[in-house]
Every structure is written in structure tokens, then in C-alpha cells.
């Protein structure tokens, strides 16, 4: 199990420590081997009553026992910050042992004896709780997960596919008349905003995200949104900013007024369409309304909330607010199966009555169901346990409900799982949570055990998985082979984790506008400092050196001007700074003397370089500089032997001997034109490298550069044996010819990424067997090339960008890419020259297309025969239409083509196509002479002109008319 947990804090990780000092050979530690033996022992029996209270729910805790557990939890840390310094001071000063025991001796109040005593007095209440604790309680094997959990595919599919939607059809056309432009007269274009009101967990985001999808296409520009309970209202003005512009946009330094003015001006003339969603008071939303102003083109504004009140005051008429209902018994059954089953009709025969009986405590809540059909699927499939279930839950209102299911999903949880939910708390509402990011703080703060040699990683991202199958938190971004990269906490859960991690004083948050004095009028000690206010320096401007001694972790989500002297942190695991621009040097002075510091992200903040003496580090196992100014790396960094991630700048010189850094599994980004030869040998005496990124970021001939290094990098890259992910991508008009003729060998990569070569090269081939994930820019694919390719039997990911613009007609047949799940062709100067041959791809989901439409008109007579409707299960086609050079009608023709291919497939196709154009490109007025809110034109391939159409194919003839009014920049007339 994890050695730190919000139930029992640190006390595995004392024993632990405790016990290494038994089998510590030196002098010192010797003498104080008798003194150790009893707080270990005493230890073992406070570990084994202390588990089993806190398996128990907390109602049936009474306060003594709850008192006894808050106490010897932050004693347990407290114990632990005096293991540690004196571990890190025990180097330098022998014979300190003595002084150790006596400090940790005075915090156990009566010493072992004291404890006993506690224990006895404890234990038949304890006899009693694991009576009732049965109810849910598994074998105790459940309490650790080792083994690789997958994501289920039951879950996944609730959130990505929106043919697994229940109950949603008819709300969603209800909507959507509404909202539509074709329902209103003529003279009355003016804004209209909707809103959505109902009690929460009744899924009141997923039908606005659907309708808000499905109208997207119809208007110029759009906003997606999240308010919530606690707004920054300058974070969420950026944010429609950003949406509506398609350009990030950072508010540091911002003022409401600024952004108010950027986004009225930008919206000028334009028909937008804007969802906001959560919203809880009627002055936020006043604030937001004023800087969508109406300018009678037929702009909509969406809104969510659980407060009819607020729902009448966003939406100027009644007939514009839309109650939405619980599900009906049909669809509470449909969601109820689906989830445990797999369909609506899976449910065995002895577990139907009781199945009618839960889904009516359920009240016809999505969440509700969602969240318990979750547990029932970790319960045996035995009447007598889902009984046990139906009476957990109560006879109260349906709100009540909702929250007791909440409450017994979490009980329901073991250990280490409610530990690592517990700290989602630190993230603001509506945040999306990426997964490696979120992996390695659990690792940081010691929730994720040292097991059978499995890669801590490994077990995070099992514990991240069944955290998704239990729909404690929900997918944000799936991926092509079902893995979750992001994910966020329903705003109830979020509440139910918040008020649970206050209470056991697990992770202290700091809200917008919230009193800062309550965190140091607070009897316990802050541990963990999540801060989503800029009130955080007066907060810790008011702590004492004790009081920061004790934090474990400090996360802004905010603007930060800085921070207090890093040495009075001296407990500090994860110090993520991510984003604070304010943060320059002087602010990580002392940085070095963080000595149990695991986690530092400083990327994009205005940090040029790192203090000489950052080998003090010794446990740090991420460092994060992307973003920063940060130019070269200090030569001591090499002696970071526990260093697992290196994540930099493209431009960052290394040390040569980074050979040292044996404990490296992520390295990105290394630039071969910034670094020696010699540093390019050593690249090979990291063995546990399982991430390398390569670029050549030099203005100079690459050819030639690149075959300098060529033998020395091919030599480092076949002796890395555990490499899964290779990428190497110079920069544009840079070549990779010098590595068409080596020989690579890599037996576990899964990922593989290489950029700007002439041709497929000839290591590229089935031998690599466990390749999913390939992406190559090539100047020209021919026929055998991608026959070759075929023949990789996982690959579940095909990206090919063709850059010369003389490819031939490409054939794709029946026999290979068998197991292809998505993939991109990109014909970045030349029209679409691809034909899929009937069964070809037969796995293949999603389809991305790019290609001028010129070329293609003129060399391969427009798409209509390329066999599109052949990918057999293809339910997603994704067109990029380069207009550079055409003409409308050749633009209009090719899109027509598309849509018809796109109608004669057999399945219900989503159709995606969008307007691009190199050559001529939108000035927008309100971007002009503006510095901070560039041009679209600025990054032309990244930002489409217009979208011209997101539409379902079964909706064509409705798509057809509003085609008519969608003008055409980039296409002359």
C-alpha cells in the first residue's frame, strides 16, 4: 500500500523509516536500536486499528474516535518532517541519533505506554464497527492494486459516444428549436439566451455541450465556458476571449474593463454563439452578459444553473428557460444496465427486482445512476450484496439521495483510491486534470507504493483508471486505444471530496474572496496549500516559519506575484509554479535546501537559470522548465540520481555527462545542434529511458549536421532497451536523410515519430511489433511504402504528411492496417490522391484529411471516387480544405463531393469540414497594432479561417441551405 494516505497520514511511511534505521550498520544508529523496536512495535498496533476505523464511514464514527484519528494522523506527520530532517543531517552530523529519539519520544505524548493504552481503549468499539463494516467491505487484496487496470469500455463510451446518450434526443431537439435563427421573424434577430435549470447530477452540461456542438457550425464564432460556485471573473472573461478567438489569451495584468472591451470589439458584427455554464449568483452573471453585447445578428447565449432564479434572470422571457427533467424509469434502466452490463437487456433475472428498487432511490438522476451503477460493478453479482447497497442508500428526497450515493461510492472505495481522490481537491471546478501531471504528484507525495519492481508510474496510472471505472471522476480526452490523457470532477463529487478533505485536514484550498485568517486560526497545521486566489502572499505573509515548515505541497492556480523564502519550507514534496510569470530568480534563491522536494514545475514562468548547487535535490524525480528563459543547465544537475522526467526547452544545452543520470525515463526536449558528440554517446547509458524527444533547432544545413551525429546517435538509440516513445522532429526545411540507411532496432517502441525525411525508411517495418503509434512527414510516399506499412500489425495510429507535392495515386487494400483505430493524411501541396478498396481498414473510427483543393480537382478529378464509404466502420471523417489558388466553384464541388461520400456510408457518419488558406488570410480590425491579441494570420496553420461545417450526415438537406449563407473568404470569385 502507499506509504502517505489522507485516512492514517504517515504513519506506514514512519514504520518504514523507523525500521531502515534498524538495519543501519553505523555506530550511531546502533545505539538507538532499543529505543527503535518500541515505537515500531507500537506503530504496528495504532496502523492496524487505525485501518480498520478508517474503512468505516464516517457517520457511524462517534467523536472520540474521529478525535483520536485527527490527532495521530498529524502526529504522524509531524513525526515524520523529524524523520526526515534528521535523515538528511544524520550525513554530515554523527552521533545526532540521541537527539532524534528524544524530539520523536516527547511527540508520542506518554511514549509507548500512552499509545497502548489509547489502543485498549479503542479496541472493542472497533470489534463492533467491523461488524457493519462487511456491508462493503472486499477481501483485503482489494486494498492494493498491482496488476495493469484498463479503462472500460462501458465508461468511455457514456462520454465520447453520443449514441450511448440517454434520455438526451428529446431535450436536445427542444433546445434546439429554441435556439434556432430559422424560427424567429426576420426584423427580430436579436440575442436570445436560454437557459437550462435543474438540480445537480441531473446532466444538464452534457445536453448543453451536445446542443452547443450541434448549432456551432451555424455561427461565426463560439465559447464553451465553466463558471461555478467560486469564479474568477478576469479567468473566465480570458477564457471566452480565447474561445472566440481561437488564440490563447493570458490575463496577467489584465483588468475586466480590458477584456470586456477586446471581446465587445471582436464580437462586433459577428453572430456568436457563447455557453456558460454553472452559474450561481446573478452578478457573475451581469458581469459576463455586459461584455456580450446584442448586435441583432442572432447571436445565442446558453446558460446552465441549478437555481430557477438565476435561470429567470439570465433569460429575458419564460419561454426561453428549460426545465429539465429527470430521466424516465426507461432510461434510468437503459443507463442503470449499460453501465454494469454492457446493454440495456444484460441484466440477470435475479437481480432485476432488486436492480427496479435501487434505480427508484436513484430518483432519475443521471449521476446517481451512473455513480452507483459504478460501484455495483466492483460487488458481486449476488442479490444479498445489492441489498445490502439498496438499504446503504435511505428513503430521503432525491437530493438527499444523490448525495448519500456520492457518499457511498467514496466509503466505497479502498484505501489508497480515496487518498488519491481525495487530493483532486487542490484543483479548481471544472479544471481539466492531465493524467501524467496528476501521476506523478501522487508519486511526489508518496500515495503510490514501491511493489515487485512494477514501476511506480505503472501503479499510478492503475489507480488513475480505476478511479474512471468507478465514475469518481470523468474522461476529458480519450484516445484512440481507450487510454484516458485528461479527466474532471463533477462539480457534486468535488463538493463531497472538498468538505471530506477540510474535515480531515488533508488539503487546505483557498477560494477568490475567501478569509486567509481562518487557515492560520485553524487548530491543525496547513499540509497541502492549493490556492485559487491571489491572496495567497497575504495568506503566507501572516504563517509563522513553524507553520510553513509543515507544508507538503503549494499549487497556485492564480496569478502569484511570489513567494516567501523558500528555507522555511523545509517539509515541501511539490512545489508546482507552473505559469507564474512574475517568478524570476531571486525567488528560488534558496531553492536548493528544499531536500525533500520530488516535484518542481517551473515552466512558463521568467526563471533564466537554476542555482549551481541544485545536486542538493537528492529525491527530486520531475523538473519541469518548458516555458522559462532558462538557456543552459548546470553542471551539477547531473548528480540528480533519482531525476525521472527532464522536461525543457527545445534550445537547452546539457551537460555532457548526462550518462550520470541513471534514474532518467523522460528526456524531452534534446537538441542535438546544442549539445557534443560526447553528450550524444552518453545518451546510451540511460537504459531506463522510456520517452526521448529529439530536435535539431540550428538555422544551418541539417543534412550535413545531422550525419555528424548520425553513428553516435544511432549507437545511444539501439542501446536504449526500454525505449516506448521516440520522436525526432528538426525544425521546417531541416532533413533527417542521413538516417534513411542506418539500422534501428527497437524491440518495445510503441510510439515512433519522425519528421521531414524524403522516404519511408527501410527500419520502419513489421519487426517492430509493438509499434501503435506511427507519424512521419515525408516528401513522397509511394505505393510499396505504405505496403510496407501496412504490415505493422498493432499500429492503431497512422499519421503521414506528404510535403513534396508529386505523390502518385496511393491504394489502400483489404489486407493490411487491420487493426487501425484513427489516422491523418496530409497533402500539404497537393491535392487528395488516396482510394480505399472495399474492406479496407476495417477497425478504422476516425478519418483526418487535408489537401489542397486545386490540385485536387486538376490531378485526381475531386474525392468522388476515393472510397471512403468502403471504411466499413468508420464513424468519423474530419476534412481540411485548403482553399489557396481555388476558385468557389472548385472549393463548393469538393465539399459536395465529400458530403456525398460521407451520405452514401453506412453508418450514422459525423462529418467535420473546414476551410483553410495559406495565401489569403482574415485581418480581423480588432486585432490590428495589438501586441497581445495577434492576428490569426500569425500562426496561419494553426487556426482555421472559418469553420465552414460541423454537420451529421443524416441532417444533409437542412446543411445544404445553410451552406448558402456561409461565405467562402479564402475561395476568389
Known amino acids: 500500500m502507499a506509504e502517505v494516505s489522507a485516512a492514517m497520514g504517515s504513519i506506514r511511511s514512519v514504520r518504514k523509516k523507523l525500521a531502515a534505521l534498524l538495519s543501519d550498520e553505523r555506530k550511531d544508529f546502533i545505539r538507538v536500536r532499543s529505543k527503535v523496536k518500541p515505537l515500531i512495535d507500537a506503530l504496528e498496533s495504532v496502523h492496524a486499528c487505525f485501518e480498520k476505523l478508517s474503512l468505516e464511514d464516517e457517520k457511524n464514527l462517534d467523536a472520540l474516535q474521529e478525535a483520536w484519528m485527527m490527532d495521530l494522523r498529524e502526529l504522524s506527520y509531524d513525526m515524520e518532517d523529524s524523520l526526515d530532517r534528521f535523515l538528511v543531517k544524520?550525513?554530515?552530523?554523527?552521533?545526532?541519533?540521541?537527539?532524534?529519539?528524544?524530539?520523536?519520544?516527547?511527540?508520542?505524548?506518554?511514549?509507548?505506554?500512552?499509545?497502548?493504552?489509547?489502543?485498549?481503549?479503542?479496541?472493542?468499539?472497533?470489534?463492533?464497527?467491523?461488524?457493519?463494516m462487511n456491508r462493503f467491505k472486499l477481501s483485503d487484496d482489494r486494498h492494493v492494486t498491482y496488476d495493469p487496470i484498463k479503462i472500460d469500455s462501458r465508461v468511455t463510451a457514456l462520454y465520447v459516444d453520443a449514441s450511448h446518450l440517454v434520455g438526451l434526443d428529446g431535450p436536445k431537439l427542444e433546445l434546439i428549436k429554441m435556439l434556432r435563427i430559422e424560427d424567429e421573424p426576420e426584423p427580430s434577430k436579436k440575442l436570445v439566451v436560454?437557459?437550462?435549470?435543474?438540480?445537480?447530477?441531473?446532466?444538464?452540461?452534457?445536453?448543453?455541450?451536445?446542443?452547443?456542438?450541434?448549432?456551432?457550425?451555424?455561427?461565426?464564432?463560439?465559447?464553451?465556458?465553466?463558471?461555478?460556485?467560486?469564479?474568477?471573473?478576469?479567468?473566465?472573461?480570458?477564457?471566452?476571449?480565447?474561445?472566440?478567438?481561437?488564440?490563447?489569451?493570458?490575463?496577467?495584468?489584465?483588468?475586466?474593463?480590458?477584456?470586456?472591451?477586446?471581446?465587445?470589439?471582436?464580437?462586433?458584427?459577428?453572430?456568436?454563439?457563447?455557453?456558460?455554464?454553472?452559474?450561481?449568483?446573478?452578478?457573475?452573471?451581469?458581469?459576463?452578459?455586459?461584455s456580450l453585447p446584442d448586435d441583432h445578428s442572432g447571436s445565442r447565449i446558453i446558460t446552465t444553473t441549478r437555481i430557477v432564479d438565476v435561470a429567470r434572470y439570465c433569460s429575458d422571457t419564460e419561454g426561453h428557460i428549460y426545465k429539465m427533467d429527470p430521466l424516465s424509469d426507461l432510461d434510468s434502466q437503459r443507463l442503470f444496465f449499460t453501465r454494469i452490463f454492457g446493454s440495456d437487456d444484460g441484466c440477470p433475472t435475479h437481480l432485476k427486482r432488486i436492480s427496479m428498487d435501487i434505480l427508484k432511490r436513484c430518483g432519475g438522476l443521471p449521476l446517481a445512476i451512473l455513480t452507483l451503477a459504478s460501484t455495483l460493478a466492483n460487488v458481486p453479482m449476488?442479490?444479498?450484496?445489492?441489498?445490502?447497497?439498496?438499504?446503504?442508500?435511505?428513503?430521503?428526497?432525491?437530493?438527499?439521495?444523490?448525495?448519500?450515493?456520492?457518499?457511498?461510492?467514496?466509503?466505497?472505495?479502498?484505501?489508497?483510491?480515496?487518498?488519491?481522490?481525495?487530493?483532486?481537491?487542490?484543483?479548481?471546478?471544472?479544471?481539466?486534470?492531465?493524467?501524467?501531471?496528476?501521476?506523478?504528484?501522487?508519486?511526489?507525495?508518496?500515495?503510490?507504493?514501491?511493489?515487485?519492481?512494477?514501476?511506480?508510474?505503472?501503479?499510478?496510472?492503475?489507480?488513475?483508471?480505476?478511479?474512471?471505472?468507478?465514475?469518481?471522476?470523468?474522461?476529458?480526452?480519450?484516445?484512440?486505444?481507450?487510454?484516458?490523457?485528461?479527466?474532471?470532477?463533477?462539480?457534486?463529487?468535488?463538493?463531497?471530496?472538498?468538505?471530506?478533505?477540510?474535515?480531515?485536514?488533508?488539503?487546505?484550498?483557498?477560494?477568490?474572496?475567501?478569509?486567509?485568517?481562518?487557515?492560520?486560526?485553524?487548530?491543525?497545521?496547513?499540509?497541502?496549500?492549493?490556492?485559487?486566489?491571489?491572496?495567497?502572499?497575504?495568506?503566507?505573509?501572516?504563517?509563522?516559519?513553524?507553520?510553513?515548515?509543515?507544508?507538503?505541497?503549494?499549487?497556485?492556480?492564480?496569478?502569484?506575484?511570489?513567494?516567501?523564502?523558500?528555507?522555511?519550507?523545509?517539509?515541501?514534496?511539490?512545489?508546482?509554479?507552473?505559469?507564474?510569470?512574475?517568478?524570476?530568480?531571486?525567488?528560488?534563491?534558496?531553492?536548493?535546501?528544499?531536500?525533500?522536494?520530488?516535484?518542481?514545475?517551473?515552466?512558463?514562468?521568467?526563471?533564466?537559470?537554476?542555482?549551481?548547487?541544485?545536486?542538493?535535490?537528492?529525491?527530486?524525480?520531475?523538473?519541469?522548465?518548458?516555458?522559462?528563459?532558462?538557456?543552459?543547465?548546470?553542471?551539477?544537475?547531473?548528480?540528480?540520481?533519482?531525476?525521472?522526467?527532464?522536461?525543457?526547452?527545445?534550445?537547452?544545452?546539457?551537460?555532457?555527462e548526462i550518462g550520470h543520470m541513471q534514474a532518467l525515463q523522460m528526456l524531452l526536449f534534446v537538441s542535438m545542434s546544442c549539445n557534443s558528440i560526447k553528450f550524444v554517446e552518453e545518451l546510451r547509458k540511460l537504459i531506463k529511458m522510456r520517452v526521448l524527444n529529439i530536435t535539431f533547432s540550428k538555422p544551418v544545413d541539417m543534412v550535413d549536421e545531422v550525419r555528424k551525429y548520425t553513428d553516435s546517435l544511432v549507437s545511444s538509440l539501439n542501446k536504449l532497451v526500454n525505449l516506448e516513445s521516440l520522436k525526432i522532429d528538426p525544425e521546417e526545411g531541416c532533413s533527417l536523410d542521413s538516417l534513411m540507411g542506418v539500422y534501428l532496432t527497437f524491440g518495445c517502441l510503441k510510439k515512433l515519430v519522425i519528421g521531414y525525411i524524403s522516404r519511408i525508411p527501410k527500419w520502419i517495418n513489421p519487426s517492430m511489433y509493438n509499434l501503435v503509434h506511427l507519424e512521419?512527414?515525408?516528401?513522397?510516399?509511394?505505393?510499396?511504402?505504405?505496403?510496407?506499412?501496412?504490415?505493422?500489425?498493432?499500429?492503431?495510429?497512422?499519421?503521414?504528411?506528404?510535403?513534396?507535392?508529386?505523390?502518385?495515386?496511393?491504394?489502400?487494400?483489404?489486407?493490411?492496417?487491420?487493426?487501425?483505430?484513427?489516422?491523418?493524411?496530409?497533402?500539404?501541396?497537393?491535392?487528395?490522391?488516396?482510394?480505399?478498396?472495399?474492406?479496407?481498414?476495417?477497425?478504422?473510427?476516425?478519418?483526418?484529411?487535408?489537401?489542397?483543393?486545386?490540385?485536387?480537382?486538376?490531378?485526381y478529378s475531386g474525392v468522388d471516387g476515393s472510397g471512403i464509404d468502403n471504411l466499413s466502420r468508420l464513424n468519423k471523417l474530419c476534412v481540411d480544405?485548403?482553399?489557396?489558388?481555388?476558385?468557389?466553384?472548385?472549393?463548393?464541388?469538393?465539399?459536395?463531393?465529400?458530403?456525398?461520400?460521407?451520405?452514401?456510408?453506412?453508418?450514422?457518419?459525423?462529418?467535420?469540414?473546414?476551410?483553410?488558406?495559406?495565401?489569403?488570410?482574415?485581418?480581423?480590425?480588432?486585432?490590428?497594432?495589438?501586441?497581445?491579441?495577434?492576428?490569426?494570420?500569425v500562426n496561419r496553420r494553426a487556426n482555421p479561417v472559418r469553420v465552414a461545417f460541423r454537420v451529421r450526415a443524416d441532417r444533409r438537406n437542412r446543411n445544404r441551405t445553410r451552406r448558402n449563407r456561409i461565405t467562402a473568404p479564402c475561395a476568389s470569385t
Not at 516528401?779 to 492503431?796: N, Q, T, W
Not at 463548393?892 to 476551410?915: F, G, M, N, P, Y
Open 881 to 937: 480544405v485548403d482553399c489557396s489558388g481555388s476558385t468557389r466553384e472548385e472549393v463548393e464541388a469538393v465539399e459536395d463531393s465529400i458530403r456525398k461520400a460521407a451520405d452514401r456510408h453506412r453508418t450514422k457518419l459525423t462529418l467535420e469540414i473546414q476551410r483553410w488558406c495559406e495565401a489569403c488570410m482574415i485581418e480581423e480590425e480588432a486585432h490590428e497594432g495589438n501586441a497581445e491579441f495577434p492576428s490569426r494570420s
Open 90 to 132: 544524520s550525513a554530515a552530523e554523527p552521533g545526532s541519533c540521541k537527539k532524534l529519539f528524544k524530539i520523536l519520544l516527547t511527540k508520542i505524548k506518554g511514549s509507548t505506554n500512552g499509545i497502548v493504552k489509547v489502543i485498549q481503549d479503542i479496541k472493542m468499539p472497533v470489534e463492533e464497527l467491523n461488524e457493519r
Open 776 to 859: 512521419l512527414k515525408v516528401d513522397i510516399v509511394r505505393e510499396e511504402d505504405l505496403h510496407s506499412l501496412e504490415l505493422l500489425r498493432c499500429l492503431l495510429y497512422l499519421q503521414l504528411e506528404m510535403t513534396d507535392g508529386s505523390s502518385k495515386m496511393l491504394t489502400v487494400g483489404s489486407k493490411g492496417f487491420r487493426c487501425l483505430r484513427e489516422s491523418q493524411f496530409i497533402w500539404k501541396n497537393d491535392g487528395m490522391g488516396l482510394v480505399f478498396l472495399e474492406g479496407a481498414m476495417p477497425e478504422l473510427r476516425t478519418l483526418h484529411l487535408y489537401f489542397r483543393t486545386h490540385e485536387t480537382t486538376a490531378n
Open 194 to 290: 436560454v437557459s437550462i435549470v435543474g438540480p445537480g447530477g441531473l446532466g444538464k452540461t452534457t445536453l448543453a455541450n451536445q446542443v452547443y456542438h450541434h448549432l456551432k457550425p451555424e455561427f461565426d464564432c463560439s465559447a464553451f465556458v465553466s463558471v461555478g460556485q467560486n469564479p474568477d471573473v478576469l479567468r473566465i472573461l480570458g477564457n471566452i476571449l480565447s474561445g472566440l478567438t481561437h488564440q490563447p489569451y493570458a490575463t496577467t495584468g489584465s483588468t475586466v474593463q480590458v477584456l470586456v472591451e477586446k471581446t465587445r470589439r471582436f464580437i462586433a458584427d459577428k453572430r456568436y454563439l457563447v455557453l456558460l455554464d454553472d452559474i450561481w449568483n446573478a452578478t457573475d452573471w451581469e458581469m459576463l452578459r455586459y
Open 382 to 656: 449476488l442479490a444479498e450484496k445489492w441489498k445490502q447497497v439498496h438499504n446503504s442508500i435511505g428513503l430521503e428526497t432525491p437530493g438527499e439521495n444523490m448525495n448519500r450515493i456520492l457518499s457511498l461510492s467514496f466509503h466505497d472505495l479502498p484505501i489508497h483510491l480515496k487518498t488519491c481522490l481525495l487530493y483532486l481537491s487542490i484543483f479548481p471546478e471544472d479544471y481539466v486534470i492531465e493524467r501524467e501531471q496528476l501521476v506523478w504528484r501522487w508519486i511526489a507525495e508518496g500515495f503510490i507504493p514501491e511493489t515487485r519492481g512494477i514501476p511506480l508510474e505503472r501503479v499510478g496510472s492503475a489507480y488513475f483508471n480505476e478511479l474512471i471505472n468507478r465514475s469518481m471522476i470523468q474522461p476529458a480526452d480519450v484516445q484512440y486505444d481507450g487510454t484516458v490523457q485528461s479527466c474532471r470532477v463533477h462539480d457534486m463529487i468535488l463538493e463531497l471530496i472538498v468538505s471530506i478533505s477540510t474535515k480531515i485536514n488533508f488539503v487546505a484550498v483557498l477560494h477568490k474572496d475567501q478569509d486567509e485568517t481562518r487557515f492560520t486560526d485553524y487548530k491543525t497545521k496547513v499540509r497541502r496549500l492549493a490556492h485559487q486566489s491571489n491572496c495567497i502572499e497575504k495568506l503566507l505573509e501572516r504563517m509563522s516559519r513553524d507553520d510553513l515548515s509543515h507544508i507538503r505541497s503549494i499549487i497556485p492556480f492564480d496569478y502569484v506575484k511570489g513567494i516567501p523564502h523558500l528555507g522555511d519550507f523545509q517539509a515541501l514534496r511539490v512545489l508546482d509554479l507552473g505559469s507564474c510569470r512574475s517568478i524570476e530568480n531571486h525567488h528560488i534563491e534558496n531553492l536548493e535546501i528544499l531536500y525533500q522536494l520530488k516535484y518542481l514545475d517551473l515552466s512558463r514562468t521568467s526563471i533564466s537559470e537554476l542555482p549551481m548547487q541544485i545536486d542538493n535535490l537528492r529525491y527530486l524525480e520531475t523538473l519541469d522548465l518548458r516555458g522559462c528563459a532558462i538557456e543552459k543547465l548546470p553542471a551539477s544537475i547531473v548528480r540528480l540520481q533519482n531525476m525521472q522526467r527532464l522536461l525543457v526547452n527545445r534550445s537547452v544545452k546539457f551537460p555532457d
